[in-house]
Each structure stands twice: as structure tokens, then as C-alpha cells.
């Protein structure tokens, strides 16, 4: 079992920068691959970014042409947390943001193929 719970949203104007977290517990961290997902009003819920652990301290990650150069992913295994760094905030930004994790398997940016999430955290982005 995996328990995700996430911080760090709130609201900020455009431009503006927020980190999120998600605190994992359990011992399948390390071995998971984590993303970041988002869902705005109306819309259905898309990937933001994905980190997975090739070998000891080195790990790839993806990301979403909405939000490539602006957000980075990363992951603290000691501390079992997962964050994600947003720069240069836009209003479309807009979501209640998600952390997943997929035991045992290399990142997807499909959202069906994660097996734990959180509860989510709210992200509004102000013109």
C-alpha cells in the first residue's frame, strides 16, 4: 500500500511560482514511478509531469508541452517526497493537481495506469 498526500497548492498571481509536494509512505517509493496530473472544471484530468528512477540517485522525467521549461519535477528518496516546481504560472494553470504513484513500472502519462493517488491539492492562477 502507498498513501500520497499532498501540499503546497493555494493561489498565485500569473507569473508567479509554487511548489508542490506529495509525501509518500510506504517502502515501494523508491521503486515507483511518479507523475503529477491535473484537472481543471469541465475538463478531464491530463498529465503534467513524470519522474522515474532509472539506477541509485539518477532518474528521468517528462513533461507536457503546456508546461515544459516552466515546471520540474523531483523526488527526495530519503524523505520519500515527490515535488513539483511551478515557474512562471498562467491562468490556464488552473487545476486541482495530483500526485500518483505506479509500483514496480517505468512513468506513463496515462492517468489509468497509476495505481495510488492523492487527495489532490488546488492551484489558482490569477490574471
Known amino acids: 500500500q502507498v498513501q500520497l498526500v499532498e501540499s503546497g497548492g493555494g493561489l498565485v498571481q500569473a507569473g508567479g511560482s509554487l511548489r508542490l509536494s506529495c509525501a509518500a509512505s510506504?517502502?515501494?517509493?523508491?521503486?515507483?514511478?511518479m507523475g503529477w496530473f491535473r484537472q481543471a472544471p469541465g475538463k478531464e484530468r491530463e498529465f503534467v509531469a513524470g519522474?522515474?528512477?532509472?539506477?541509485?540517485?539518477?532518474?528521468?522525467?517528462d513533461y507536457s508541452d503546456s508546461v515544459k521549461g516552466r515546471f520540474t519535477i523531483s523526488r527526495d528518496s530519503a524523505k520519500n517526497t515527490v515535488y513539483l516546481q511551478m515557474n512562471s504560472l498562467r491562468p490556464e494553470d488552473t487545476a486541482v493537481y495530483y500526485c500518483?504513484?505506479?509500483?514496480?513500472?517505468?512513468?506513463?502519462?496515462?492517468?489509468?495506469?497509476?495505481?495510488?493517488w492523492g487527495q489532490g491539492t488546488q492551484v489558482t492562477v490569477s490574471s
Open positions: 500518483a504513484a505506479r509500483l514496480g513500472a517505468t512513468m506513463s502519462t496515462l492517468f489509468e495506469e497509476y495505481n495510488y
Open positions: 519522474t522515474t528512477r532509472l539506477y541509485s540517485r539518477t532518474y528521468y522525467a
Open positions: 510506504g517502502r515501494a517509493f523508491s521503486s515507483s514511478a
